[in-house]
């Protein structure tokens, strides 16, 4: 039976603190003199109170969260946070339906980076600061969930954690949970700290620099220019970002072990390796493929490329440039690494890589299988055996991806028949990645989308999100019976 109360305490003590975050963009806003300071207090006010009535009517249980109670206080968490934070953006003004507010919101907590603003410059400095925020808020939580619950829950194969952490796996976290936190949360600030401070020195102005930090440790990519990073014309930036980017999609396991000085032990671990070479190869095809079909040269080509390929695989979904103009077969590519995400244990979206190479692997074995029938050919990642039941997860979780990405692009080729901008959109949000294809390419925006529209990719983002079956179990009936 679920436990509500263990859950709406949960719940009160997640809006106590959204609420507190909120009160850091009031004070970037007091701090530029705009009148939002004063909505968005009032929504920290309302967030706050309705957080405190919470704690303080319901008790403390004695009982603990069990399996049932954490798969419904998962999505509870982002449609939460997504439904009080979009109240920034409705209180201040500088949108005018629920609908546009909801749609920024979930696009934030889910660090997807997609968004309704035509003219992002012209935005309060409180609300770039809360948009960049709620990228952070979303990246910390996403962490929490894959190191905590979704090893758990044993969604769509995340036990893989066993398999993939080298000296801190899912079974040893899970007795420490305190502790667990606290090294997230270093490794998570400690990182977003240097990155500040770097984009700092190197000519970007503070509040663009932590803002930009944010959104690239979340791997979310909002930025507070409309011209995204091409904004500040510097690859020395521009090179900053593409290390962070990469730190990001990396499993934060393997960041615990080289801040603990195992380097040699991270290193030997089988899904970064095939991070790096994923990196490496798509760097080097744009990199070819824009020196053979654009002006560009040498260096420009390679920055471009790298930056790109990084992004999207990543799934922050900054720009420098538009990618669409490029040669078609490019963003092709690109388009590819869309299906692809970086590691499991990292703040990135989509399908994640380990998934993508046990399948494979799995794919090759059976060949062999075929041609010796009686031999036993088991898959191993990191030279350990992986389970059948981890297998099978991870075919479920891939093909429910694909069949969702397929019906998501029937739905919304209803509200826009334009294929490739259906397809960008779509893979976009179910990827958490951002930008797309069409006319959702890069600095374009999702204003002109009808309501329900946004409404489809906001549940898209929080399905991708969420590992998919996380959401979809609430829709079956067999969850409710006691």
């Known amino acids: 039976m679920l436990k509500y109360k263990v859950i709406l305490r949960y719940s009160g003590l997640l809006l106590f603190l959204e609420g507190i975050a909120m009160l850091l963009a009031m004070v970037a806003a007091s701090v530029y003199k705009e009148p939002v300071s004063g909505p968005i207090f009032i929504a920290s006010a309302i967030t706050i109170g309705v957080g405190i009535l919470i704690l303080t009517f319901i008790p403390s249980p004695k009982k603990k969260p069990e399996k049932k109670d954490i798969i419904l206080l998962v999505p509870l968490t982002w449609i939460l946070l997504s439904l009080f934070g979009a109240m920034p953006y409705l209180l201040s003004g500088v949108v005018n339906s629920f609908t546009d507010a909801w749609f920024e919101s979930v696009s934030g907590f889910t660090t997807t980076g997609s968004t309704i603003f035509n003219h992002i410059d012209g935005l309060p400095h409180g609300i770039l600061f809360w948009r960049s925020l709620t990228q952070w808020i979303g ?34 976290l899970r007795p420490q949970i305190q502790s667990s936190v606290l090294w997230l949360l270093g490794i998570y600030s400690g990182l977003t700290l240097l990155e500040t401070i770097l984009l700092s020195l190197e000519g970007m102005p503070f509040f663009d620099a932590i803002c930009h930090s944010f959104s690239t440790l979340s791997t979310g990519g909002f930025s507070t220019h409309q011209q995204g990073i091409s904004y500040f014309h510097s690859p020395l930036i521009e090179y900053t970002l593409i290390v962070f980017m990469i730190l990001s999609g990396i499993n934060y396991a393997l960041l615990y072990l080289v801040s603990q000085g195992k380097i040699r032990k991270a290193i030997k671990n089988e899904e970064l390796r095939c991070y790096a070479w994923v990196i490496v190869v798509f760097t080097g095809l744009i990199t070819w493929g824009l020196l053979m079909t654009t ?4 260096e420009e080509a390679f920055r471009n490329g790298l930056f790109h390929v990084v992004a999207i ?5 900054f720009y420098t440039t538009d990618y669409l103009s490029w040669y078609p077969t490019l963003w092709y590519l690109l388009f590819f690494l869309f299906f692809v995400g970086a590691s499991v244990g990292s703040t990135s979206g989509s399908i994640k890589l380990i998934r993508i190479e046990l399948l494979l692997k799995n794919t090759l074995l059976e060949v062999k299988r075929l041609l010796n029938p009686n031999a036993i050919i088991p898959v191993r990642f990191n030279k350990r055996l992986v ?36 397809l960008g959109a779509v893979a976009g949000a179910l990827g958490n990645i951002g930008p797309g294809l069409g006319h959702f390419g890069p600095g374009n925006s999702y204003a002109t989308v009808a309501p ?7 549940f898209l983002m929080l399905l991708g999100r969420l590992e998919i079956f996380t959401l979809l179990v609430l829709f079956t009936r067999s969850f409710w019976k006691h």
């Open 139 to 172: 990246g910390i939580a996403i962490l929490f969930l894959a190191f905590i619950a979704f090893p758990i829950l044993r969604i769509g194969g995340m036990q893989i954690f066993i398999l993939d952490s080298p000296g801190i796996t899912s079974e040893r």
């Open 313 to 317: 695989l990543t799934t922050t979904g």
């Open 452 to 458: 329900a529209g946004k409404l489809l990719l906001s």
């Open 387 to 422: 389970p059948d039941r981890i297998k099978n997860n991870i075919v479920a979780f891939t093909l429910t991806y694909i069949l969702i990405f397929i019906i998501g692009i029937i739905l919304f080729s209803l509200i826009d028949p334009n294929l490739p901008s259906a």
């Open 295 to 298: 002006p560009q040269g040498y």
